[in-house]
């Protein structure tokens, strides 16, 4: 039986009722980690983890529900951010304790000075098959290849960050020329309106806004980040350095916890899919048949490198980063 439609149809309903819910849970103030020593579930640390409203936060929002995290010492507050450029101050500040961002954003933030490690892996994108985000057209478009994104105009999330450096890249594999694409800034809610407004040519979008597009008669043209750094990490978890050395066994029982989590999840699909219902107002159908990353800890230090690389062979960095001194395991 064919799942498509019916999945396609309540992906719409979902975006049209406003499918980037944030929760309501108020953040706990940073201060109230400074214990430094390891947590205990008899008298747990509160720790505020900010984190976008996407799919891939599903482990996250399902195992402090489940009471993974309590069972580490730690009292979870998941706080909703927009991205990197509200999650990188917040962090800094002190707003959050920890944060899932792109390692592109925490990349650029060391080379700026800023005191932010990254500590763990989150969510990885597929090695292969159809990858978790990809650049999509509307229907009717006859943009069918990476190098048909030359001379047109493609929509990111955010400029000069992973989404357009991996196009740039894609599409100069493919044999176009990367630098005649206009790259424009639109959220990823709004990709298939602007799609379908004729606004922009193609869009660079996650799931669920891929099966929405390509369910309404719309084609993917490429998976970027497969295309280029294959299993390229999506999210990592992020912190302070500050943090790191007043507190490290709180960071490893964040760590810890996150390994139990996603260890619980691939045991617990259907449980840790609720969370999509729950917290994103996405029907259950939808919910069911999402495709998701793969969720780990482990770092791979190696396709990292060739992101930064990457960066710096298409301008985006004039130096690549310190791997050595961003990334603590």
């Keep these: 039986m064919n799942r498509r439609p019916a999945l396609v149809a309540a992906l719409v309903a979902a975006l049209s009722l406003g499918l980037a819910a944030c929760s309501t849970a108020e953040p706990a103030p940073a201060d109230e980690a400074e214990s430094s020593a390891a947590p205990e579930a008899d008298s747990p640390v509160a720790v505020t983890i900010g984190a976008l409203s996407i799919s891939e936060t599903a482990p996250l929002w399902a195992a402090v529900e489940e009471g993974i995290f309590a069972e580490h010492g730690l009292d979870v507050t998941v706080q909703p951010i927009q991205g990197g450029a509200q999650a990188m101050p917040a962090l800094i500040n002190g707003d959050i304790d920890f944060s899932l961002g792109q390692p592109f954003g925490a990349m650029r933030a060391s080379i700026q000075g800023l005191d932010v490690k990254i500590v763990a892996n989150y969510a990885q994108s597929l090695t292969e098959g159809d990858d978790i985000n990809s650049v999509v057209v509307g229907a009717g478009s006859d943009i069918t290849t990476a190098a048909d994104l030359a001379g047109k105009k493609v929509a990111v999330n955010s400029l000069g960050a992973a989404g357009d450096l991996t196009i740039m890249a894609a599409v100069e594999a493919d044999g176009g020329d990367p630098s005649t694409i206009e790259f424009v800034e639109v959220a990823f809610p709004d990709a298939a309106a602007q799609l379908e407004a004729g606004n922009i040519d193609a869009a660079w979008v996650p799931e669920p806004f891929v099966s929405m597009i390509v369910g309404a008669g719309g084609a993917r043209v490429v998976d970027p980040y497969q295309a280029v750094l294959p299993g390229l990490?999506?999210?990592?978890?992020?912190?302070?350095?500050?943090?790191?050395t007043d507190d490290p066994e709180l960071v490893q029982a964040v760590r810890d916890a996150f390994t139990a989590a996603f260890a619980w999840a691939e045991d617990n699909d259907e449980t840790m899919r609720q969370s999509l219902v729950d917290e994103m107002s996405l029907p259950e159908e939808a919910a069911m048949g999402l495709p998701l990353p793969r969720f780990t800890t482990q770092i791979d230090r190696e396709v990292l490198q060739g992101l930064a690389d990457l960066a710096v062979e298409h301008e985006?960095?004039?130096?690549?980063?310190?791997?050595?001194?961003?990334?603590?395991e």
């Design 233 to 244: 990490p999506t999210l990592v978890l992020q912190t302070t350095g500050a943090t790191l």
């Design 316 to 328: 985006f960095f004039e130096s690549a980063p310190d791997l050595d001194a961003l990334v603590v």
